[in-house]
């Protein structure tokens, strides 16, 4: 029951955005003020399941219920904010506090869950996963992200992986742009694979391109300039988000070359992983990342804490904060990636 506090994210930022004025900014302040506060506070769990735990939660249904919760979630809180702004007057400090907290709903409760949803098994469960990346723009992640980031992760050749001493505005730089430009090489190159022709049902990222636009135009057709640049910049926050929590996540670890030119096989030390319970819960354990790149077909209920994996010291909320402030992230966090990965 503890993972029905991740509805506590977007309950927070649609208070904020009802009661408008300065209330705009409650989910900002809940996500990154309060939370953080409570991540100091609470005690870390480093506690795994055992054996018996891990049978019965892995096969209780729902777990899974409270990841497709998340659907009507992000689109109705899409829906409902694009009806005030199309009707209401709002000053220009309120639209910012009104796109920040609805771009907090789409980062934590839109890509989060769908990146857990598109790694599991079922076609439905990976349609449900697409379709949450949509109001941030960010189809393309599903491609990426499973056939490039898993397989290159803590590499040269991943754009998702940040260097050590690469701050996060160089970073943003680097993932946006090249992760895009992967998702595409990935797949014409499977296109090629499978003899498919750019415009086969196959091809993952034209069908993605266009139902991004088809999406921008129809909110554009019913809630005209206001709620296209409502949906813009909410999106774009949202996928501000994924990629501070991809910097965080990764920062400064690098997988061993081998003389044969490939490289160590990816584990438990090559991602950066966090106890703090309040970041577990909020985002579905993808704090315990160090385990989902180990086994990426975990389900997020049993993933394991590894004594190896480098740990954070602070939770993922607070560190997405102070990432925003280079000196100081360098300053907590470099001495904490191993020597031999510099």
Do not use: C
């Not at 009802?18 to 302040?29: A, D, E, T």
């Not at 055992?50 to 939660?57: A, C, G, L, Q, W």
Request: charged share 15%.
């Amino acid at each position: 029951m503890k993972y029905l506090l991740a509805y506590t994210l977007p309950i927070a930022s649609l208070l904020g955005i009802y009661f408008g004025k300065s209330w705009s900014y409650l989910g900002v302040v809940y996500a990154f003020i309060l939370i953080p506060i409570l991540e100091i506070t609470l005690p870390k769990d480093s506690r795994n399941l055992n054996k018996e735990e891990i049978r019965n939660k892995n096969n209780k249904w729902f777990f899974d219920f409270l990841l497709y919760l998340n659907i009507p979630i992000v689109f109705g809180s899409l829906w409902y904010t694009l009806q005030l702004v199309a009707h209401s007057y709002k000053e220009i400090y309120e639209w910012l506090g009104i796109i920040l907290s609805l771009g907090i709903i789409f980062g934590a409760n839109g890509i989060n869950v769908a990146h857990e949803l598109g790694h599991r098994k079922k076609k439905w469960e990976r349609m449900f996963g697409k379709i949450l990346l949509i109001p941030s723009f960010y189809m393309h992640f599903y491609v990426e992200h499973n056939l490039g980031h898993h397989v290159h992760v803590a590499t040269p050749e991943d754009p998702s992986t940040a260097k050590y001493n690469q701050n996060l505005y160089a970073f943003w730089y680097q993932t946006i742009l090249g992760t895009y430009k992967k998702a595409w090489q990935i797949q014409l190159k499977l296109n090629k694979v499978n003899n498919s022709s750019f415009f086969s049902i196959q091809n993952d990222m034209f069908w993605f391109t266009l139902i991004q636009i088809s999406y921008l135009m129809l909110i554009y057709f019913i809630f005209h300039t206001n709620g296209l640049l409502l949906a813009i910049t909410s999106g774009i926050v949202g996928f501000l988000l994924l990629e501070t929590i991809n910097y965080i996540e990764h920062y400064g670890l690098k997988r061993e070359q081998l003389p044969s030119g490939r490289y160590e096989r990816v584990s438990e030390k090559h991602s950066w992983n966090s106890n703090h319970i309040m970041g577990r819960i909020l985002l579905y354990e993808l704090t315990r990342h160090s385990d989902h790149h180990y086994k990426a077909s975990k389900k997020y209920q049993i993933l394991e804490y590894h004594h190896e994996s480098p740990q954070m010291p602070f939770g993922y909320p607070t560190s997405m904060v102070i990432a925003l402030l280079p000196p100081l992230w360098f300053r907590i966090m470099n001495k904490r990636v191993p020597e031999t990965m510099k």
